[in-house]
């Protein structure tokens, strides 16, 4: 990601194109994050049995149906985890961004405790905010995957299964 950011902002300008460094942090971080969120979706979809897409062209739907349908609700059930991971990364990530001059929670609780001194408090404070910010991701992605989970289908389930 730090590469992305520095081609973004010190390397584009040397072609002729300028960007802002808000601009450049949020498309360095949103090409980062899309593309890992792109090769969780698929491997989503290659986890759907193809079974699955067999039964649906039986049932008289046609390819394009049958995704939609069958195979993306199911894929996304699955996606759901690797995605709240991504997005608390992402949160976490926004720290680097610091590099290219954007001032963001880090860079600025680095400005205020630069004025007085008092590093260790000011960063505690950072870190709690990290803390409770990933939290209540982690919390309100939780509720979603239970309110989106089918029973019997599931890492719950497959567990269970195994110490059984």
């Known amino acids: 990601m730090l590469v992305q950011l520095f081609i973004l902002y010190f390397g584009l300008p040397s072609i002729g194109i300028v960007l802002s460094p808000l601009y450049s942090a949020l498309l360095g971080l949103s090409l980062n994050s899309g593309a890992y969120q792109a090769e969780y979706l698929r491997g989503s979809i290659q986890a759907i049995p193809s079974g699955q897409m067999t039964a649906a062209r039986t049932l008289g739907m046609n390819k394009l149906k ?3 349908n069958i195979i993306l609700p199911q894929a996304l059930r699955i996606s759901i985890p690797a995605w709240s991971n991504e997005l608390i990364y992402l949160f976490k990530y926004t720290s680097i961004v610091s590099i290219i001059q954007v001032t963001e929670l880090t860079k600025e609780g680095e400005l205020i405790a630069s004025r007085n001194f008092r590093y260790i408090e000011i960063f505690l404070i950072i870190a709690l905010i990290y803390i409770i910010f990933t939290f209540i991701f982690t ?8 309110k989106m989970s089918i029973p019997g289908i599931g890492v719950q389930e497959t567990a269970r299964k195994r110490l059984a």
């Open 139 to 146: 919390e309100i992605i939780d509720r979603l995957t239970k």
């Open 66 to 68: 049958s995704i939609k």
